[in-house]
């Protein structure tokens, strides 16, 4: 697969300049000319699980950083290649002991709690859902934006996405908040207790209509997603509504299983009613070995839950479709015989025997060779998170600090609301199988693409580069682009300044072409030594505000028709 293809269609015939087509007409065209039809093929890659071996370069690492990273800075791509291979991957999946410090109230208007303090220990209030809701989303995105070298909230967002859930149909932000800490709690660690704990979840629960199946009447719609998303996977199907991992007879079994749950929403809790329980035996086909869940009464119904999750993860297909789901996230959406013979089916064993631990399967891919095979890097379309958090980490924009929490939660906000508009709103897929990037076949990727959010990315990174930045509230958001200038080696030499920026900027090496093209917009039209001399001018009196300006605009230049470009895009 030519990895700049879809991109480069869309930015136009002068897509090493950064320009899209004009009108959203032409950017359809481009799309549907573009888009994939069927699945593409590569080349087949030999390098498996075996442990990487190669060199260990600033390359190596800003790859490893950006899967497992919402974008990264200067800071952290130096600790990566200082630690090495072995030494990154430790501190990324070494998680942090305590969770999060919660979400706090910043408005004046929630009368009842003080500013500062938080929400998520105190009863539900049904005229503050909305405005807690959001409070949470502008949280997260603020974890992100703080992030350190760990994997926590990249995984965080991989089992958001995979137990998917939609804050306004769950409607209630206590239950989102204990949904998404359980998630974090258990982000590398045991996927049957994270099983089970989502099942029994209140804003599961809420979802999926498990609070409203009994005995009398059953709801099918969480026992359906449990196999079908969630676990084993449909397989291809057999019979109309019956698939190769179980059928609708398996549904119906598994609704009954669950029968007589209900969310408490005064301790954001659940709990279970026997009364409401189905107590007969549940029958499972053949898919299942026609294994009988036993029928259990009273407080005993409970134990139904771990049988049933017992019996699906017996399926040797359940440890193949989370690993699958971990490849795609994590490396690539395309899984040929050979990666699931090299990679996919030895990462199922490791799950089994690691007790289903996802942490060494985890560990395993990203120290593989596989993983940083050169048709592995770059051949991903950045999230819109990964596009708005990940520029303002390697751009260096500073953000509020904790003096005024108001103005804080307006940019945590204000940014969440930015990748919304790309199409990837937190605490919010856009259905229970998640967003249709990570499994919409054969476009996955390129659903983040499209002649509304094309636009609206550019126009993003634009706004970052401008004289004073993107205006949040009385809030500046600014590139720091000298700073990022004098992490060059010879940031005095035009070519050594565009090469190593274009390096450090974009995630796959550019054409000579399109290097002398981004000179030439540093320059302006004036000569090729007019920089080193701005540059001098500027370092032997730093304090002069008139040759800061001239570099600083210059570079803004530069930067902005980098991040502009199709291979911006990438990841």
């Known amino acids: 697969m030519d990895r700049r293809r879809f991109l480069a269609t869309l930015f136009g015939a002068g897509s090493s300049e950064g320009s899209l087509p004009a009108t959203k007409l032409a950017r359809d065209a481009a799309f549907v000319a573009s888009a994939n039809a069927i699945l593409p093929q590569r080349k087949a890659i030999a390098a498996g699980l075996e442990p990487y071996q190669g060199v260990w370069t600033k390359a190596e690492a800003a790859h490893l950083l950006r899967r497992t990273l919402f974008g990264h800075g200067k800071a952290e791509l130096d600790r990566a290649v200082a630690l090495g291979m072995t030494g990154t991957v430790d501190a990324l999946l070494d998680l942090p002991a305590a969770p999060p410090d919660p979400p706090v109230v910043t408005s004046a208007t929630e009368t009842t709690i003080p500013v500062g303090s938080t929400w998520v ?239 060494p399967v985890v560990d395993r891919l990203l120290r593989s060779a596989h993983f940083y095979h050169l048709a592995n890097r770059g051949c991903s379309i950045k999230t819109p998170l990964d596009l708005v958090v990940g520029s303002l980490r390697m751009f260096g924009s500073t953000l509020p600090g904790s003096a005024d929490l108001a103005l804080r939660h307006q940019v945590w906000l204000t940014l969440q609301d930015q990748s919304a508009s790309m199409q990837q709103e937190l605490l919010s897929p856009p259905n229970v199988a998640g967003w249709p990037a990570y499994y919409q076949e054969p476009v996955y990727y390129q659903a983040w693409i499209s002649s509304d959010t094309l636009p609206r990315r550019v126009q993003f990174t634009d706004r970052c580069m401008g004289a004073k930045g993107y205006q949040i509230g009385t809030w500046y958001l600014l590139a720091d682009v000298i700073a990022m200038a004098s992490a060059v080696s010879d940031p005095a030499d035009l070519a050594v300044l565009v090469s190593e920026l274009s390096d450090s900027v974009l995630p796959v090496p550019i054409t000579e072409k399109q290097k002398t093209y981004l000179q030439g917009i540093l320059l302006g039209g004036a000569p090729t030594y007019e920089w080193n001399k701005n540059w001098t001018a500027y370092l032997a009196t730093p304090s002069d505000a008139t040759k800061r300006s001239v570099v600083e605009s210059r570079l803004r230049n530069l930067v902005k028709a980098m991040a502009a470009m199709a291979e911006f895009q990438l990841c």
Request: charged fraction near 25%.
């Open 121 to 359: 220990d105190q009863p539900f209030v049904g005229e503050r859902a909305y405005e807690r809701s959001r409070n949470l989303q502008a949280w997260w995105m603020g974890l992100l934006l703080h992030q350190n070298l760990s994997i926590r909230e990249k995984m965080t967002l991989f089992w958001q996405n995979h137990f998917a859930t939609e804050w306004r149909v769950a409607d209630d932000p206590h239950h989102l908040y204990r949904h998404l800490a359980k998630l974090r709690a258990n982000c590398l660690g045991d996927f049957r207790k994270l099983v089970r704990e989502v099942t029994l979840d209140p804003a599961m629960l809420r979802y999926l209509n498990g609070n409203t199946n009994t005995k009398s009447s059953p709801n099918e719609n969480y026992g359906r997603e449990l196999q079908e998303l969630f676990t084993i996977g449909k397989g291809p199907e057999i019979a109309p509504g019956d698939y190769t991992n179980y059928t609708e007879d398996d549904v119906k079994a598994a609704a009954r299983v669950l029968t007589g749950w209900r969310d408490v929403r005064d301790r954001a809790d659940a709990e279970f009613r026997p009364a409401q329980h189905d107590v007969s035996d549940k029958a499972f086909s053949k898919a299942y070995g026609n294994v009988v869940v036993k029928g259990r009464s009273g407080a005993d119904g409970v134990l139904e839950v771990d049988d049933l999750i017992e019996l699906i993860l017996a399926q040797n297909e359940t440890a193949l479709h989370i690993c699958r789901k971990l490849y795609r996230f994590f490396v690539y959406y395309v899984i040929d015989a050979d990666v699931e013979q090299n990679v996919i089916a030895p990462l199922a064993q490791l799950l089994v025997a690691s007790s289903w631990n996802t942490k």
